[in-house]
């Protein structure tokens, strides 16, 4: 700084991390911790996350950052994400820094040089009980931690972890091979615990999460097991028995059966969020749902083979307060359970059938009738659902938001006349492969739904280019996919360019008629478009990408395999033209070796012989 530093010698320490804290970027607050080392040391203060990966060396980040950044409280740890060197900054910059990061570095490094085992060498770089023990002591404060796939973690890193962490509230152990002793100390050390996810957690058996009930009963609220093989019934007993204040259960279990799901529903009165892939349940565990988990909002069913309407329509007599039903491959549920639901649970927002095959129109037509708050609807793989059904949803759900049609082969045009006319605040509207949706359905909704800022229509053969116009003229469109369509061409594109000049997703993939006209107008219009998808779009040229990346300066990703007209100058353009690119998807052959020199971390191959 020129004169007098008017800011370091005014402003007190703490006005200065207030407003550290108060912007909103990551590359805001690293560029102002690196004006002054008064700055660097109260910006680290303002740090209260960390994301970082267990592959490298882990270890050693953990100590490096537990020194400089004393106030985080949530720590994120995931094995399958790759660790860059970035964050922890090993220049010569700032000197104390430099000296222990340094001799921290060097021991690692001599550690694993000294090691004759091949299984040593890869045990160094993953997270272990050292690292975990360090990050017990670096941060005292952690209330959030997240261990994602951590398999050289123990029980003995857990226990140290659980013994100096008391105020620890969400543990996340996803993937770790962690055992009942641990847990047991979880339990024991950390009261304040209230949301616990174990899922693929084989080491533990019943012993570990009966402990840890007994001793977190009081404060847990959020559990979730699944793919554990030794977890049963025992467990979700001593859940229901200890943990009364538990408001969310996720459960995906072989082993369990209704006995422990019964335990649950009788001691956790407060459950509010339900989701359970259970194939040995049968209609008495919902039945004690519907009898005791009167407050339940959220309830997720997934491959349930064992149960019928019966089990339903307890959930509809029970829970008036269900907001939230997903129904995904429940093969002997018809339209008498979804009635039940209708009539019973009148606060339904959002509502998802996936795969029901037994669900047909009488069931929509009672949801079109019964439940007026409707926000949301997803209809997957339902072929005995018609056009009557969603007429119904149109007349009767003013408040529809978002639908999703997936493989219905039984709605068409009438359907979508009847949802564009009646739900006039749909701003979100996904189909795919609904083959009697045509031009007549999407003008519709391009006439009345004005709120409308995202739509996807993949692989409709009968939409084309005067749907696509009547769209840009009636909506303002942020996010648009048409893949698949091929009646679709230039003339479509062009009208959405011109309408919709706020458009930042656009998948064009699989327009055989699209050519360069259609991106010379995305050029020249959408200037905040950040994803493209030209894949198999055969008639498009480097000429056209040209016109499309000069004004696009915006633009993130860009995807064009199999476009036969563009060849390597094609993909230099995009890559010198756009300076915020991070993705370009193409054959191998069309990179040149000097866009590799240039751009090679951006550039993604489809496969690598191409």
Not at 356 to 375: D, F, R
Not at 448 to 459: A, E, N, P, V, W
Request: one cysteine or more; glycine letters at 8%; a neutral charge.
């Amino acid at each position: 700084m020129r004169g007098h530093d008017w800011i370091n010698t005014c402003l007190p320490d703490e006005l200065i991390i207030e407003i550290f804290r108060r912007l909103d970027s990551k590359s805001s607050r690293d560029a102002c911790s690196l004006v002054c080392s008064r700055w660097l040391r109260l910006e680290r203060l303002t740090r209260a996350a960390i994301r970082i990966g267990a592959t490298g060396s882990p270890d050693l980040f953990v100590h490096l950052l537990s020194t400089r950044f004393s106030n985080v409280t949530n720590v994120h740890i995931d094995e399958r994400l790759s660790l860059p060197l970035p964050p922890v900054q090993l220049g010569r910059r700032r000197g104390s820094d430099n000296s222990a990061a340094s001799s921290l570095k060097l021991h690692y490094v001599a550690q694993k040089n000294g090691s004759t085992s091949e299984e040593t060498d890869f045990d160094s770089l993953c997270l272990s009980d050292a690292g975990l023990a360090a990050l017990a002591d670096g941060f005292p404060k952690l209330e959030k931690l997240r261990l994602i796939w951590c398999s050289n973690v123990t029980s003995d890193g857990l226990t140290s972890l659980a013994r100096k962490c008391a105020s620890l509230k969400a543990l996340d152990l996803q993937g770790c091979y962690v055992g009942d002793q641990g847990l047991a100390a979880v339990g024991q050390c950390c009261k304040q615990l209230e949301d616990l996810n174990l899922r693929f957690c084989e080491g533990l058996t019943d012993t570990g999460l009966v402990e840890l009930a007994c001793g977190v009963g009081n404060s847990l609220k959020s559990l979730g097991v699944a793919a554990c093989a030794k977890i049963t019934d025992i467990s979700m007993e001593a859940v229901g028995s200890h943990c009364r204040s538990l408001e969310t259960l996720s459960l995906d279990s072989e082993f369990i059966h209704n006995q422990g799901v019964l335990a649950v529903a009788k001691g956790c009165p407060h459950l509010k969020v339900l989701k359970l892939q259970c194939i040995n349940l049968t209609d008495d565990a919902l039945k004690a749902v519907g009898a005791s988990c009167l407050s339940l909002e959220l309830l997720a069913l997934y491959s349930f083979q064992r149960f019928t309407d019966k089990g339903l329509c307890a959930i509809g007599n029970g829970c008036k307060k269900l907001k939230n039903l997903t129904l995904s491959d429940c093969y002997f549920l018809s339209d008498k359970g979804l009635e039940a639901i209708a009539t019973g649970c009148k606060e339904l927002t959002h509502l998802e059938v996936n795969g029901c095959h037994n669900i047909g129109t009488l069931g929509i037509e009672s949801v079109g009738k019964c439940c007026q708050h409707l926000t949301e609807l997803a209809l997957l793989y339902c072929q005995r659902i018609g056009d009557v059904g969603l007429l119904q949803v149109g007349q009767g759900c003013k408040f529809l938001q978002a639908l999703h049609l997936v493989d219905c082969s039984s709605i068409g045009d009438e359907a979508m006349c009847g949802i564009a006319s009646g739900c006039r605040n749909l701003k979100k509207l996904h189909i795919r492969r609904c083959y009697e949706i045509g031009n007549k359905g999407i003008i519709a909704v391009g006439e009345h739904c004005k709120s409308l800022t995202d739509l996807s229509i993949r692989f409709c053969d009968r939409v084309g280019d005067k749907a696509l116009i009547a769209i840009a003229e009636g909506c303002s469109l942020h996010y648009l996919n048409v893949s698949g369509c091929h009646q679709i061409g230039d003339a479509g594109v062009i009208a959405i360019a011109r309408g919709c000049p706020q458009l930042c997703y656009l998948d064009v993939s699989v327009l055989q008629n699209l050519g360069d006209m259609a991106m010379a107008e995305l050029g020249e219009h959408c200037t905040s478009l950040k994803e493209i998808v030209l894949s198999h779009c055969r008639q498009i040229t480097d000429v056209g990408l040209a016109h499309l990346v000069k004004r696009c300066t915006m633009l993130e990703s860009c995807h064009m395999v199999y476009c036969s007209g563009i060849t390597s100058v094609g993909v230099a353009t995009v890559v010198s033209s756009c300076p915020n690119i991070k993705k370009v998807l193409v054959e191998k052959w069309k990179v040149s070796q000097r866009t590799k020199r240039r751009a090679g971390s951006v550039i993604s191959y489809l496969c690598v012989d191409l």
